[in-house]
């Protein structure tokens, strides 16, 4: 048995763990002390997403797979549905010793990033300040802010991935092999593949330095077995995310990532697949907007700060001098502090000690990790341009795989937040190891130079920048100096604050260079130094405003006009909120919605919003408003079953549509056509109450159809994933039915037979049923579920084989 020097090979891990643990806690301290929790819009909205989910598996203990609350109909894959991993789900939580959702992602955020630090040997009390970086990163806490819980829980695994990967190429195999299956396991759980993407482009650039690394070493042959472990590494862990994966692949393919089949999309210069340009960039970095991860108030800081509400600001001086308050509150309207081009933004803030210190990473670190790091440092900041480097990003978007799935481009700069403090850590240890000498003296100060002497810049020339935002320029004079000059001192002043932690980080890692202070000091000082740095800033972003009391759910409280449209007794209806459908959940919370609230609806659900049902609202809206209450002419949103059209909170906010078509009914006629541009603007055109559109390309049906005028067909029993309606017709006729058609998983049946599911209107499903009294039946039975949940559960037992067995093999070898 080896001799193990508790001092050093344990306590120091120790130590890491409970910093880890109680920054953790004092940074979201009203949850632990205060009986309070989160206020995340995107996680509030997400309830009312699910909340028809929830109440479903409360009452039958199955899962609902299918939803009928937003967008009329869509899988729920992506928005509540529980697999079969709960075997991953456990490691997380005892990796992250139980601490509660979403602090577990901060936590394991410090962790993973100290577990690659120690991978590329950087010392255990260094690496902590490098994981109090990256934790605490205002990118992550910003996300918090908003709700993007998936997407922080993916990225605080990115540095364990990495860790395994350099481990196994590195150190130790048979750990290197356990650890990254672990970690890929546990960030594909999160389910966020726009960070899976990012970090599946870091782990290429790696592979390829170190490739030519191997070739030039004449190390060709363990390159590959090493890559042939870490393949099967991946294929385990793919297959703990297997049902996840299936359905989410299946899914994109109908989803607004996948391909549109309109061919005026492609008439317009846009790619077929994917999103389109406009609404994949809106979310664009302007050229120099990078420099708030030096300086953070560089473009003004968030758009949500306002000037007006600061006490010392010249812009409320200015408002309160006009006598005018009328004015005056139409201008605060204007006075946000952010001056860049994107609509809603807070600047992701690397850290000033962290900036330094990746300059001393380019000056002293390893060649290979230098310009693997440099590379993906860049490739972050070049993605998060977006259309502001249109040459560039537009070719990526066009014809490089995958590139074109994803919106806000600026999600692109966590590599480059990955990439700084694991280079600068990497740097600094390496700078520490040499001592100091004329050489290494001379590279620091080039390091100080740099990063300071930028700052000093910023704080000298800060008056040269414009500090007015698109559309600003029509503003009174007076107003746009007043704001301007605020905006001035705000980048001015971060720029001070910026070289002030510059300069006290370079000066201690100078006195130890000159033997004025132990080791042990200078990595206390800088963790302090790094923490209290980005703490502050955090704080600006994410305060006591970010809380509310546990049980306040006032957001979902009934209004009255719920009370007035829940004493229906229908099965099934569509309620429309003309305030707002496409970007709310409440209404779903309570209703089935036309609208609802998230980022991958299905395709042709958003062609029918862009090509005809944004038009139809709008003319609706003006027929209201003009007293008109006649809604025949309606026929999508009637087609829809949107029984209800609600304009606020009141009882008399509400409208019932006579006219909605109900779950299901018999048309006369059929307009057969024979391309999905002729479907979509025929559907726009027609009276949907007796017409019915559908490609005959696709879909067979006969030359004329019959109607029987006495025909019924009735809802007669609803839950999300199966549906049971009673028919009687005298002839064989067409049904026309307001749920929304999807190709996989649907199953329908009519007296236990099962029968072809036609669309119909572009959207909707429809089905021949004979004449006669019978019994249809929808079913929602995707194999992509059923199947995929049974690879799901056996991989995850193989994981937990791994997982155990190579740490178990680990300790053995260390004993």
């Known amino acids: 048995m080896k001799n193990i020097n508790f001092r050093q090979q344990v306590l120091p891990h120790i130590i890491a763990v409970l910093a880890f643990f109680t920054i953790s806690i004092l940074f979201f301290n009203p949850l632990f002390f205060g009986n309070k929790t989160l206020d995340q819009h995107d996680i509030t909205q997400w309830k009312g997403s699910a909340q028809e989910l929830e109440k479903f598996r409360e009452a039958t203990g199955e899962e609902g797979l299918w939803t009928n609350s937003m967008f009329s109909g869509m899988p729920a894959y992506l928005v509540n549905v529980r697999w079969s991993d709960g075997i991953v789900t456990g490691i997380k939580k005892v990796a992250a010793l139980f601490l509660p959702h979403p602090v577990w992602n901060i936590y394991l955020a410090f962790l993973s990033f100290y577990i690659l630090l120690l991978a590329f040997k950087v010392r255990p009390y260094l690496a902590i300040g490098g994981a109090l970086a990256f934790g605490l990163s205002s990118f992550l806490i910003i996300g918090l802010a908003a709700g993007h819980n998936a997407r922080i829980g993916a990225i605080a695994m990115m540095p364990l991935v990495l860790a395994g990967i350099h481990i196994t190429f590195t150190r130790n195999r048979i750990l290197g092999f356990g650890v990254t299956t672990t970690a890929v396991a546990l960030e594909l759980r999160e389910n966020h593949l726009q960070i899976t993407y990012y970090l599946i482009l870091m782990i290429a650039v790696y592979g390829v330095v170190m490739l030519i690394d191997a070739i030039k070493k004449q190390e060709l042959n363990s390159f590959l077995k090493n890559t042939a472990l870490l393949i099967l590494a991946a294929i385990i862990a793919l297959g703990t995310f297997f049902g996840k994966f299936w359905a989410t692949y299946e899914y994109s393919k109908y989803s607004m990532r996948g391909e549109s089949e309109l061919t005026a999309t492609v008439e317009a210069g846009e790619n077929s697949s994917g999103l389109k340009k406009d609404y994949a960039f809106q979310y664009s970095y302007g050229i120099l907007e990078p420099m708030t991860l030096l300086i953070p108030d560089f473009y003004g800081g968030a758009s949500s700060h306002f000037l007006v509400q600061d006490e010392d600001s010249e812009v409320l001086k200015a408002l309160q001098r006009t006598g005018d308050p009328q004015a005056a509150n139409q201008l605060a309207r204007y006075t946000s502090a952010y001056w860049g081009n994107q609509p809603l933004t807070a600047p992701y803030y690397a850290g000033a000690i962290i900036c330094l210190l990746f300059v001393i990473g380019l000056l002293f670190a390893d060649k290979k990790y230098i310009v693997w790091l440099t590379i993906i440092a860049a490739l972050g900041i070049v993605f998060s341009w977006g259309d502001s480097f249109k040459a560039f990003n537009y070719f990526m978007f066009d014809y490089f795989p995958g590139y074109n799935k994803f919106r806000?481009?600026?999600?692109?700069?966590?590599?480059?937040?990955?990439?700084?403090?694991?280079?600068?850590?990497?740097?600094?240890?390496?700078?520490?190891?040499?001592?100091?000498?004329?050489?290494?003296?001379?590279?620091?100060?080039?390091?100080?130079?740099?990063?300071?002497?930028?700052?000093?810049?910023?704080?000298?020339?800060?008056?040269?920048?414009?500090?007015?935002?698109?559309?600003?320029?029509?503003?009174?004079?007076?107003?746009?100096?007043?704001?301007?000059?605020?905006?001035?001192?705000?980048?001015?002043?971060?720029?001070?604050?910026?070289?002030?932690?510059?300069?006290?980080?370079?000066?201690?890692?100078?006195?130890?260079?000159?033997?004025?202070?132990?080791?042990?000091?200078?990595?206390?000082?800088?963790?302090?130094?790094?923490?209290?740095?980005?703490?502050?800033?955090?704080?600006?972003?994410?305060?006591?405003?970010?809380?509310?009391?546990?049980?306040?759910?006032?957001?979902?409280?009934?209004?009255?006009?719920?009370?007035?449209?829940?004493?229906?007794?229908?099965?099934?209806?569509?309620?429309?909120?003309?305030?707002?459908?496409?970007?709310?959940?409440?209404?779903?919370?309570?209703?089935?919605?036309?609208?609802?609230?998230?980022?991958?609806?299905?395709?042709?659900?958003?062609?029918?919003?862009?090509?005809?049902?944004?038009?139809?609202?709008?003319?609706?809206?003006?027929?209201?408003?003009?007293?008109?209450?006649?809604?025949?002419?309606?026929?999508?949103?009637?087609?829809?079953?949107?029984?209800?059209?609600?304009?606020?909170?009141?009882?008399?906010?509400?409208?019932?549509?006579?006219?909605?078509?109900?779950?299901?009914?018999?048309?006369?006629?059929?307009?057969?056509?024979?391309?999905?541009?002729?479907?979509?603007?025929?559907?726009?055109?027609?009276?949907?109450?007796?017409?019915?559109?559908?490609?005959?390309?696709?879909?067979n049906v006969p030359e004329s159809i019959n109607y029987d005028s006495a025909a019924s067909i009735e809802l007669t029993d609803y839950q999300p994933n199966r549906l049971e309606y009673d028919s009687e017709s005298n002839t064989d006729g067409l049904a026309v039915f307001s749920e929304i058609y999807y190709p996989k998983g649907w199953t329908a049946t009519i007296d236990g037979s099962e029968v072809e599911i036609l669309r119909a209107n572009y959207v909707l499903r429809a089905l021949q049923v004979p004449k006669g009294k019978h019994t249809i039946v929808f079913k929602f039975e995707p194999e992509a579920y059923f199947v995929g949940n049974k690879v799901t559960l056996a991989f995850s037992v193989l994981l937990l084989l791994v997982f155990l067995g190579s740490l178990g093999w680990t300790i053995k070898k260390q004993l």
């Not at 600026?410 to 740097?427: E, Q, S």
């Not at 006195?511 to 600006?540: C, E, M, N, Q, T």
């Not at 305030?579 to 779903?588: D, K, L, M, P």
Request: proline share 2%; charged share 25%.
């Open 408 to 699: 806000s481009v600026t999600f692109a700069l966590i590599m480059t937040l990955v990439a700084m403090p694991l280079l600068g850590f990497i740097g600094l240890e390496r700078l520490l190891e040499q001592g100091i000498n004329k050489a290494t003296q001379k590279k620091l100060f080039i390091a100080l130079g740099t990063t300071g002497g930028l700052c000093l810049l910023v704080v000298v020339f800060a008056g040269m920048a414009s500090f007015e935002k698109e559309g600003e320029s029509q503003l009174p004079i007076w107003f746009l100096n007043a704001l301007q000059e605020d905006r001035e001192s705000l980048m001015r002043g971060d720029a001070l604050r910026s070289l002030g932690f510059i300069l006290a980080a370079f000066f201690v890692i100078f006195l130890h260079l000159k033997k004025k202070l132990s080791f042990g000091i200078v990595a206390g000082l800088l963790s302090l130094f790094i923490l209290v740095d980005i703490w502050v800033i955090d704080r600006r972003y994410f305060n006591e405003d970010n809380y509310k009391r546990e049980r306040d759910n006032s957001f979902f409280a009934l209004t009255d006009a719920d009370k007035e449209i829940k004493r229906d007794e229908d099965l099934s209806y569509r309620v429309y909120n003309l305030q707002g459908a496409w970007n709310e959940a409440r209404t779903s919370y309570h209703h089935m919605s036309l609208g609802g609230y998230h980022g991958a609806k299905l395709r042709r659900y958003q062609d029918l919003y862009d090509y005809c049902l944004q038009n139809e609202t709008g003319e609706l809206i003006k027929s209201l408003q003009a007293g008109n209450r006649d809604l025949s002419s309606f026929g999508v949103i009637n087609m829809l079953n949107a029984k209800y059209l609600t304009f606020g909170p009141a009882k008399n906010n509400i409208i019932k549509n006579p006219e909605a078509l109900g779950n299901a009914w018999f048309v006369s006629s059929v307009e057969r056509v024979n391309s999905p541009d002729d479907e979509l603007t025929t559907t726009c055109k027609i009276n949907t109450r007796n017409r019915a559109v559908i490609d005959v390309s696709k879909f």
